[in-house]
Each structure stands twice: as structure tokens, then as C-alpha cells.
């Protein structure tokens, strides 16, 4: 029976090259290990491959020794790119031909392809993101765009999701895409249970900034300036009801402009988009762990009517309520 269901399982490979960042060489095996069926089996086979699957050198001091060469990309249903440290492959915008042989015959097959930090260098380099939209880590944007003037960079992104090709900012950015992969194939409660078990925070949505400002404590900031966290916590109680703009700011007690102010630098976002993205999560919810008529689960989450829900979910995930319980809500 073991056998059986790793042989189903969504089989992940990831790339290490020199000079590879442990802490994304990790992330992949990490978050994708976390997710599991009901029955509380893996989803996900994770397996990790070199060039010519020799040991290459970890920017943290020690060498990785893997079990698969190249020859894996083209046998997987998703191809990471862990980010690489600082080395010519950086500076010269090249990669060796073998990989950029492997990942384009993979990407070719349909396999679906990923990056953490600076592996977005590497799929770049490749030729893979040639008038596509991607980020990377903010320290490396302008050398990128020098590089790769093709690319449509967003810098300020932690992730980018192009359908086949994915990239995200650095470090703690590619738990989020990993987690977003995990949620787009499985759905919310199965993303967020993968998140409990890595002590990670559930989501945070890819258009949410690299520059995030992180209150100290919910009553007031390193610099003595109230924060939104009680307010977002509020709201998130109240998402049936009218949540606007002055509302928000009148329970934080700030002034409109204060508090959109503060809200931005604590999330990255508008009080409006927040509440928009909190909304189509709670929908999500609803709809796999209840069976809610659609139009209740619209009233519940705050859009009013189905058929306001429907378009937002439609523009948000490109699926209908209705066919996305279909799709996950036996998984759930």
C-alpha cells in the first residue's frame, strides 16, 4: 500500500547548485513534507539532484551529497531551483548548458517550474522567463534587471505565480510560494495544517510586500505608534459586515490617514485588499469544511451574494465556487 501511494504522490524535485542556500535547499522538503491526506499520508515525494548528481558546496560551509543527477527533472511533476549564493553564476547571468538543457526539456514536458530567492538567476538564465513576470530577492533586483532586461521583475513581490513558472523572494518568501503550491493543489485546510506543523504563518498572499514592517507587540511599535494588529483581529471576527475604511481606522482609533498608513507598513497592503483577501480565504474555508449553500457561504465571507462571491473568486483563483468545493472538498 506504501508503495502505491508514494507512486501517486506529486513527485517534487529539488535543484541544488553550488553554492546552494541551505535554508532554501530545505524549504521544499520541509513544507511539502508537512502536507498530507486525511489518512495522514504524505502528498508529496520530495528528492533532491545535482549536476551529474556530484556533492556540491552549501553557502553555509558543508557539502550536499545527493541521491539523483539531472536525468530526475524530466521524471517529476515539479522542478524547485533552490537559491544560490553569491558566485559568477550571478554576476555573469550563465548557467552550465547541462542545466539549462534539463530544466528547459523539463519545463518542455510540462513539468511545472519553481524558484526560491536567487534560483530565479538560474530559470532566467535558462531562457525560461523571457517576457514573463517574476521577483527575486530585493538585494539583487538591479543586477537582474541588468542581466535579464527581458523579465518582467517585480521586486517587491514575495512571489509571483505564473502558472508553470513560479519564483519567490528570499528566504522565509519560499515557505509562502511552497505553502501557495501546497493551497492552490490541495486546498486551505490542508495548506494551513502543512503551516501548523512547520510553525509557519498560513499565508500570506504573493502581492504582499518584501518590506513589511514588524510591530513589536500589538499595542505599539519600537517607535511608540499604535499598530492595526487589533483591529485586523477584529475584523477577521466580523467579515459578514460592512468593514470600511472608517470603521477600521475609527476602532484602531487613528485618523484615516494614520491608520492606512500603518496598516500598509504592518502588511503590505491596503486595508481595502486585505479585507478582499481575508474574505476569498474565508469563503475558501467555508466551502471545504461545510456544506453551506453557496449563497450563504457569499453572506458568511462578506461579498453579500453569490454572485459577487463567484467574481471575486473567478478573478482571484480563476475557479467558480461551486467547482472549487468539488475539487476540494473531499481532500479537506
Known amino acids: 500500500m506504501c508503495k502505491d501511494r508514494a507512486m501517486t504522490a506529486h513527485r517534487v524535485a529539488v535543484l541544488a547548485l553550488e553554492e546552494v542556500i541551505a535554508f532554501d535547499l530545505g524549504t521544499p522538503p520541509q513544507v511539502f513534507g508537512a502536507a498530507r491526506d486525511p489518512a495522514g499520508e504524505r502528498l508529496y515525494e520530495v528528492l533532491v539532484c545535482t549536476p551529474r548528481g ?30 544560490i549564493a553569491d558566485q559568477p553564476m550571478l554576476h555573469e547571468g550563465t548557467v552550465p548548458p547541462d542545466v539549462r538543457a534539463a530544466l528547459r526539456a ?49 521586486p517587491d513581490v514575495l512571489f509571483v505565480d505564473d502558472g508553470d513558472l513560479l519564483t519567490s523572494a528570499g528566504v522565509a518568501a519560499g515557505v509562502d510560494l511552497c505553502l501557495h503550491v501546497v493551497r492552490h493543489d490541495h ?77 500598509r507598513a504592518e502588511t503590505g497592503l491596503s486595508p481595502a485588499k486585505w479585507v478582499a483577501q481575508q474574505r476569498v480565504e474565508h469563503a475558501r474555508r467555508l466551502l471545504e469544511t461545510t456544506e453551506l449553500p453557496i449563497d450563504l457561504v457569499a453572506r458568511n465571507s462578506g461579498f453579500g451574494t453569490a454572485s459577487a462571491m463567484r467574481q471575486q473568486l473567478g478573478s482571484t483563483l480563476g475557479i467558480a465556487p461551486s467547482a472549487y468545493r468539488n475539487t476540494f472538498r473531499a481532500t479537506g
Do not use: K
Open 54 to 83: 556530484e556533492p556540491v558546496r552549501a553557502s553555509a560551509g558543508f557539502r550536499v551529497v545527493a541521491d539523483h543527477g539531472l536525468e530526475l527533472l524530466g521524471s517529476v511533476d515539479t522542478v524547485v531551483v533552490a537559491g
Open 187 to 263: 486546498g486551505t485546510v490542508v495548506a494551513n495544517q502543512a503551516a501548523r506543523r512547520c510553525v509557519a504563518p498560513a499565508w500570506r498572499a504573493g502581492g504582499q510586500s518584501q518590506f513589511i514592517e514588524h510591530p513589536t507587540s500589538s499595542a505599539a511599535s519600537a517607535g511608540g505608534e499604535l499598530t492595526t494588529a487589533d483591529t485586523r483581529a477584529w475584523a477577521l471576527q466580523r467579515l459578514a459586515e460592512p468593514l470600511d475604511l472608517r470603521s477600521l481606522a475609527a476602532h484602531a482609533r487613528m485618523s484615516v490617514r494614520t491608520f492606512t498608513r500603518r496598516f
Open 106 to 154: 523539463a519545463h518542455a514536458g510540462g513539468v511545472r517550474i519553481m524558484s526560491i530567492c536567487t534560483g530565479a538567476f538560474v530559470l532566467a538564465a535558462a531562457g525560461l522567463l523571457d517576457g514573463r513576470p517574476a521577483t527575486t530577492h530585493w538585494f539583487y533586483a538591479d543586477r537582474f534587471r541588468r542581466l535579464f532586461p527581458t523579465v518582467r521583475l517585480d
